[in-house]
């Protein structure tokens, strides 16, 4: 995995931070497997439903303002013009 991602030309945080004129490193392995354990947790934790946390489903919006209609709403005559 490292060698493609010296073929490709990639380069580490730390190696982009210091600009153009700095000495050139290698990405050492350590940060190289840092990275992806990182990049393989989060993806695993956003594609796999069992490890989602649980959100409270809050009412649906007509439910909620149908209730509030019911409730405030009183019938009233309205005068018919002949």
């Given at each position: ?33 840092k990275?992806t ?27 909620e ?18």
């Amino acid at each position: 995995m490292l060698r493609l991602f010296r073929s490709l030309k990639l380069e580490s945080g730390c190696r982009r931070a210091h600009g153009v004129g700095s000495m050139r490193r290698p990405m050492s392995t350590s940060v190289f497997t840092k990275a992806t354990f990182e990049a393989i947790s989060k993806t695993y934790g956003y594609l796999t439903p069992d490890l989602w946390r649980d959100v409270p489903l809050s009412r649906a919006p007509y439910a909620e303002f149908s209730d509030h209609l019911l409730r405030n709403h009183h019938a009233k005559a309205v005068p018919v013009d002949e």
